[in-house]
C-alpha cells in the first residue's frame, strides 16, 4: 500500500505537504530550543522582511557568546517590537542579559524579561519635551548608564540579524507568516548546527 504514489503516479496534495512543512517547523522550533534556549548574553532586534506581495517582520535574540540565534518570531509587520519581545520571552531561559534599542524601554518588558531570570538592558527613550521621567523610569535609565560599555555590545548581534535576514530571503517566496516562520526556523537550526 506504501508503494501506491510510486505506482499510480499519485504524489501527497499541498495541504499535506503544507502541513508536515508546518509539523517540522515545529519541530525545528523544538531542537533550536533544546540547543540554545539558556541565555548568557545576547542581542534583541527586529527587522523587516518582503515575501511574496507582502512584508513581514522578523523578531529575533542572537548570543554574542555562542554566535548563534537562540529565538525567532515572524509576525506582521505593524507588530510592534515589545509585542515581538513577550513572545520571545517564553522560549528563552536565565540567567542571562538581553541587550536592546530604545523600542523596547518599558516597565511591563523589564518586569516579564526577569520572570524569566533575564535582565533586559535598553537604551531609556528620551523623556516627553518639558516633561521629567517617571521614578522607575529615572532606575531604569540609571541602570542604563552603568552598563554603558555593555550595551556598545549591541552591534556586534545586527550581524546575526543581518545574516538570518540575507539567508531568509533569497530562498523562498513568502505569502503565509507561518510559511515564512519555517522558513526562518529552519534556516536559524541550520546556521547553529552549521557552526
Not at 51 to 76: I, N, P, Q
Request: aromatic letters at 10%.
Amino acid at each position: 500500500m506504501a508503494l501506491a504514489p510510486y505506482i499510480v503516479d499519485i504524489g501527497p496534495s499541498k495541504a499535506t505537504v503544507y502541513r508536515a512543512w508546518l509539523k517540522l517547523a515545529e519541530w525545528a522550533e523544538h531542537a533550536l530550543v533544546e540547543l540554545y534556549a539558556s541565555v548568557d548574553l545576547a542581542v534583541v532586534d527586529s527587522t523587516g522582511l518582503r515575501g511574496w506581495r507582502r512584508s513581514f517582520k522578523l523578531h529575533m535574540v542572537y548570543s554574542l557568546e555562542r554566535d548563534r540565534v537562540l529565538a525567532v518570531e515572524v509576525t506582521e509587520p505593524s507588530v510592534s517590537d515589545a509585542k515581538g519581545l513577550r513572545k520571545l520571552l517564553r522560549r528563552l531561559r536565565g540567567p542571562g542579559i538581553l541587550v536592546a534599542d530604545a523600542a523596547y524601554f518599558g516597565n511591563n518588558l523589564f518586569e516579564a524579561s526577569i520572570e524569566r531570570n533575564l535582565f533586559l538592558l535598553a537604551k531609556p527613550r528620551s523623556p516627553p519635551r518639558g516633561g521629567r521621567r517617571r521614578s522607575r523610569a529615572r532606575k531604569l535609565a540609571m541602570l542604563y548608564e552603568i552598563c554603558r560599555d555593555l550595551y556598545r555590545r549591541r552591534r556586534e548581534g545586527e550581524r546575526g540579524c543581518f545574516l538570518l535576514k540575507y539567508a531568509a530571503r533569497w530562498r523562498v517566496l513568502y505569502n503565509r507568516i507561518e510559511s515564512c516562520r519555517a522558513r526562518v526556523l529552519y534556516l536559524a537550526l541550520a546556521m547553529a548546527v552549521a557552526g
